[in-house]
T-cell receptor, first 113, second 112 residues
Framework: DAGVTQSPTHLIKTRGQQVTLRCSPK?????VSWYQQALGQGPQFIFQ???????QRGNFPDRFSGHQFPNYSSELNVNALLLGDSALYLC????????????FGPGTRLTVT | GENVEQHPSTLSVQEGDSAVIKCTYS??????FPWYKQELGKGPQLIID?????GEKKDQRIAVTLNKTAKHFSLHITETQPEDSAVYFC???????????FGKGTSLLVTP
């Protein structure tokens, strides 16, 4: 049973650039949530996608956007990168209406220079 | 919004001792309280959770207690082992599918 996978593992970008991160949910799951984890902090909720639409959103600016595809995989896009966007970006999947549990992937480590 | 506070931020115990981590939350609508373990370079892994209709739950050496009146919940690890060393996060949410609100984490070190 494949768990949550994310790509790439690491990447380095320059301030002002744009980045796209990818996530494939655990087999059988239909909902994807994205979290940002700054160094030494707990994860913070960015947004959640279900049925290809953004269902919930945390306190993040519009520079953060996402997409969900028909196969339930998801992308997180960040525009106009700032140094403060450097963090571990985590994807979590779940099954709506059935499951309290959210399963996390290994994350993508983004460094903005 | 929900505010989850977690204490202590660091905890060092000797192998075989017990470890206790405590969290408080602010939103009385929260009814799901998971605990995650995060090892270096990995994503958080769910180790135990509790829902608001239950006061205590145990799974081998790990137990969680919930006091909804006081809005606090705790993780108890007994007979700690070096492989328990990791960062532990508590979280709270309003239910299935809702966003998880995390505490800032507790770095647990178990020394042989």
């Amino acid at each position: 049973d494949a768990g949550v996978t994310q790509s790439p593992t690491h990447l380095i970008k320059t301030r002002g650039q744009q980045v796209t991160l990818r996530c494939s949910p655990k087999s059988g799951h239909d909902t994807v949530s994205w979290y940002q984890q700054a160094l030494g902090q707990g994860p913070q909720f960015i947004f959640q996608y279900y049925e290809e639409e953004e269902r919930q959103r945390g306190n993040f600016p519009d520079r953060f956007s996402g997409h969900q595809f028909p196969n339930y995989s998801s992308e997180l896009n960040v525009n106009a990168l700032l140094l403060g966007d450097s963090a571990l970006y985590l994807c979590a999947s779940s099954l709506v209406g059935q499951d309290y549990e959210q399963y996390f992937g290994p994350g993508t480590r983004l460094t903005v220079t | 919004g929900e505010n989850v506070e977690q204490h202590p931020s660091t905890l060092s115990v000797q192998e075989g001792d017990s470890a206790v981590i405590k969290c408080t939350y602010s939103d009385s609508a929260s009814n799901y309280f998971p605990w995650y373990k995060q090892e270096l370079g990995k994503g958080p892994q769910l180790i135990i959770d509790i829902r608001s209709n239950v006061g205590e739950k145990k799974d081998q050496r790990i137990a969680v207690t919930l006091n909804k009146t006081a809005k606090h919940f705790s993780l108890h690890i007994t007979e700690t082992q070096p492989e328990d060393s990791a960062v532990y996060f508590c979280a709270a949410s309003k239910g299935p599918g809702y966003a998880l609100n995390f505490g800032k984490g507790t770095s647990l070190l178990v020394t042989p």
